[in-house]
């Protein structure tokens, strides 16, 4: 398994968890599919600036620690950002961190989490952890070699103010992280042509855009996909991922009845 991207990156973006294993979730938010969408326009944005950049995945599929980290470590990249959305046992908690390796200085986890705070994401702090032998506690800062990784943590899922912010203004973060990244290791910047739009949640009233979809292109449905959102039947999971796969639940299909107008007077009967 390999990189997707080009050979020998300078940058390696992980969208963390993945597959079978979903990350934390919490106030309409599922961490996997939110970490998907913000390293998937990370990694256009790169491009576009002419940055040598590379993904652990593109998709949703399960990766093992182990495969993940052989990714990074064998990607001959020098940095890698590692995207993830927190949680906490408490709801109170709320902001962004990045963990940087205790070996590392921390300058490129400062400089992101101060870009973050700069785009009116509430920080934390930017931190290492050790484990009891000294070294690195996080496998992605203890198993990636020499890559210098840093774990990107922008915001809580279990916080609803967080969840609000993330579901709102996760583009204007992910472009803040660009941003950073390109301030730190020297590399001109300019913003994207399209300024990052707000996005809310799923199933809002106003159709969502299809053209974010990155887990539709080439399946049996994606035309009906396509104008099932253009005309605001249904939207995604997230503003850039359908699941086309996953189940429609009872309260979406409700809402979606009443979409069609089957709902009123003449259409299904109810009391």
């Known amino acids: 398994m390999k990189p997707i991207g080009v050979l020998k990156p300078e940058l390696i973006i992980d969208p963390g968890h993945g597959g079978s294993d979903p990350g934390a979730s919490g106030n309409g938010i599922v961490e996997k599919a939110m970490n998907l969408d913000i390293s998937l326009y990370q990694f256009q944005r790169f491009k576009e600036l002419g940055i040598k950049v590379a993904l652990t995945r ?29 949680a906490a046992p408490s709801s109170a908690a709320a902001g962004a961190e990045t963990i940087y390796s205790v070996y590392s200085d921390g300058k490129l986890a400062n400089t992101l989490l101060n870009a973050l705070k700069d785009a009116g994401q509430p920080s934390r702090r930017a931190f290492s952890r050790s484990n009891e032998s000294g070294g690195d506690y996080y496998f992605m ?19 609803s103010t967080d969840a609000d912010r993330l579901r709102q203004h996760w583009k204007k973060y992910a472009e803040a992280v660009v941003e950073g990244y390109c301030r730190f ?28 979809f990155t887990d539709i292109q080439g399946h049996w ?7 099932a959102s253009l005309a605001g039947l249904l939207n995604g999971v997230t503003p850039g991922r359908f699941a086309p796969e996953e189940p429609l639940t009872r309260a979406q299909a409700a809402v979606l009845l009443d979409r069609l107008g089957l709902l009123e007077k003449g259409g299904i009967a109810y009391d």
Do not use: M
């Not at 599929?61 to 590692?82: D, F, H, M, P, Q």
């Not at 449905?221 to 104008?227: F, G, L, M, P, V």
């Open 141 to 159: 800062h203890r198993l990636t070699g020499d890559v210098a990784t840093v774990i990107v943590e922008y915001g809580f899922c279990t916080n």
């Open 221 to 227: 449905a994606e035309a009906s996909i396509r104008k």
């Open 185 to 212: 290791a020297g590399h001109p910047y300019s913003p994207p042509k399209t300024a990052p739009v707000k996005t809310g949640p799923s199933l809002p009233a106003e159709p969502s855009q299809t053209e974010g």
């Open 58 to 86: 593109n998709s949703d599929i399960t990766l093992a620690s182990s495969v993940r980290t052989e990714l990074v470590k064998n990607s001959g990249a020098k940095y890698c950002i590692s995207n993830h959305i927190n």
